[in-house]
Nanobody
Framework: VHLVQSGGGLVQAGGSLRLSCAVS????????MGWLRQGPGQEQEEFVA?????????TYADSVKGRFAISRDYVRRILYLQMSSVKPEDTGVYYC????????????????WGQGTQVTVSS
């Protein structure tokens, strides 16, 4: 499975940005897909948002709820993260991941990773 990310970059606080993640190399996609991020100086990635690939159910970290939206193009096999009203604390490297547990809603066991994309929010 290959997860290839695009998007990201520098954005001012209050602005918007969209990340994309194209999935290839597998006929069966894990039902649990989503986004993690690693902030500056953080050793561990933190959960941002997850989606049931087939069912479409979504879960969000409290810190992004109401500002970020995860979605997918089922046919083109692309996962998105629409980031709105961004804050400086949203700065970090964002990773598209697939979880080994199809029922995961927090992406605690990611087994496939995208290459990561830097998002920097200036104040």
């Amino acid at each position: 499975v290959h997860l290839v990310q695009s998007g990201g970059g520098l954005v001012q606080a209050g602005g918007s940005l969209r990340l994309s993640c194209a999935v290839s190399g597998a006929t069966d996609i894990s039902d649990a897909m989503g986004w993690l991020r690693q902030g500056p100086g953080q050793e561990q990635e933190e959960f941002v948002a997850a989606m049931s690939w087939h069912g479409g159910n979504t879960t969000y970290a409290d810190s992004v709820k109401g500002r970020f939206a995860i979605s997918r193009d089922y046919v083109r096999r692309i996962l998105y993260l629409q980031m709105s009203s961004v804050k400086p604390e949203d700065t970090g490297v964002y990773y598209c991941v697939s979880d080994e547990d199809d029922r995961s809603v927090r992406l605690a066991k990611p087994h496939y990773w995208g290459q990561g994309t830097q998002v920097t929010v200036s104040s």
